[in-house]
């Protein structure tokens, strides 16, 4: 299957990326999409015979429990709804506590990596095979950033991804970005693990940038494609031709769009350039059905993500092993990209705030309270709070969000509760102030 040259589709750009030249395919996040009223700009490139290949975020397929099936049917819709030869997903976890670790149930609101041991393997392969049978079309699975790593791994990066694929036959979305950003956060070899993957799995490859602060990379993908990500396309591209290339950029959108379009092309001219042998589909995998994993091996693997979790959102103290300086910095980045998320989802918010009072009231909101419920039940939640904490000192600002909050929280569910209760009556007074 051949995609060729792509990018990824975003509502700020769809405009331009509609009339890109040279753009075979695009990748929609697959939780933005509703199948019944797909954009406009999705529907056109459709009908120009443009490939859309949705990519999903939410589905967790490294934690400790099976996949929701829920989710694994939304995913499989839009798959349908879009036409597309496959869907994709991550090899990382964003949730977990829950009824097996006997804790509260708690969402990193990103994408955390799975330990690289023998557990999460077995886990990891049973959940992909679950994936694999409820969706419509093959399922490809991506490599993703770290910022810190899991004591006591026991495989490399290559190593865990071939016997995923040896396993269970998944196909590989490689991020060259990612590999990157593990080489200068983790000390891994790009080459080595190029070295190591069953490169005829490969379904695509994502391009992004980032930047380094204080020796740390940040895969942002809110910055420009950096030579030494190029590199490490380079460096694959000489290994093996992939079916597909695609640059990814989520945010802070250059002024001249123009620039989306030259570093297009020079993510296919790296291609190009590599002249590796043209990537192959693997061959159907026969193996005999693998015995399912046993309760035991989810539970110590969810004990160690609800712990590691917990640290990162709760406040709790890092599990031994870690490095503890790195996960204050992943703290504070999944609380950061928690509040951008939540602006994007509920932009009245900062607008009634101020962008700059919006960003240190949710940040302080979410050191003392972690997501559970997605984003936009954060985004109630964070208002919730402001208001029954009367941490809104300007009175109309107060008057607006309340009103925000009560136009969107609805009679139901939460008629019933104290909070709506007080926060209706909180309404009533300020509307006779």
């Known amino acids: 299957m051949e995609l060729g040259t792509g990018i990824g589709w975003r509502p700020e750009i769809a405009e331009a990326v509609e009339g890109m030249r040279g753009i075979d395919w695009v990748e929609a996040v697959a939780e933005n999409l509703c199948p019944g009223h797909l954009p406009d700009s999705l529907l056109r490139l459709r009908e120009r015979g443009v490939t859309v290949v949705p990519h999903g975020v939410s589905l967790g397929l490294g934690g400790a429990e099976r996949p929701d099936e829920r989710r694994l049917a ?49 886990v990891l392969c049973e959940n992909v095979r679950i994936a694999q049978d409820a969706l419509p079309v ?56 190029l070295a190591e993957l069953p490169v005829e799995a490969i379904a695509y490859v994502h391009v992004a940038g980032g930047f ?38 989520d945010d802070n959108f250059p002024d001249d769009l123009g620039e989306l ?40 693997l969810a004990l160690g993500q609800a712990a590691l979790l917990s640290a990162l959102v709760a406040g709790t103290p890092a599990p031994e092993g870690f490095d503890r300086a790195r996960l204050a910095v992943q703290s504070r980045a999944l609380a950061g990209k928690r509040a951008d998320v939540v602006a994007k989802v509920a932009p009245e918010l900062p607008a009634l705030l ?32 402001l208001l029954l904490g009367q941490r809104i000192r300007d009175a109309g600002a107060r008057r607006a969000v309340t009103d925000w909050w009560l136009d969107r929280s609805g009679p139901k569910p939460l008629s019933g509760r104290p909070v709506a209760r007080a926060l209706r009556s909180a309404a009533f007074a300020l509307r006779r102030g």
């Open 74 to 122: 939304d995913l499989a819709a839009r798959a349908e709804a879009l036409g597309s030869p496959l869907v994709t997903e991550h090899i990382a976890f964003v949730r977990a506590g829950g009824e097996r670790t006997a804790s509260r149930p708690l969402e990193a609101g990103h994408l955390l990596p799975v330990p690289r041991t023998r557990d999460a393997l077995d």
């Open 354 to 385: 101020g962008a700059s009072t919006y960003r240190e009231l949710f940040l302080g909101y979410a050191r003392r309270r972690p997501m559970a419920g997605g984003y936009r039940q954060d985004a109630l939640d964070f208002a919730e709070e």
């Open 138 to 193: 093959p399922l490809a699975v991506e490599n993703i950033a770290a910022l810190f790593g899991w004591p006591g791994e026991e495989l490399t990066e290559g190593q865990f991804l071939y016997e995923l694929v040896e396993r269970t036959g998944v196909r590989l979305l490689i991020d060259v970005a990612n590999l990157h950003t593990n080489h200068v956060n983790r000390g891994e070899d790009p080459a080595k693990a």
């Open 212 to 249: 380094e602060r204080d020796g740390v990379w940040h895969d942002s993908h809110a910055h420009p494609v950096p030579p030494a990500v190029l590199d490490v396309l380079a460096e694959l591209a000489s290994r093996v031709t992939p079916p597909g290339v695609l640059l990814e950029r």
């Open 261 to 300: 379009a030259r570093e297009v092309d020079t993510i296919r001219e790296t291609v190009a350039a590599g002249a590796g042998p043209r990537a192959q589909a693997p061959a159907p995998r026969t193996a005999a059905p693998a015995d399912p994993v046993d309760d035991a091996t989810r539970q110590r």
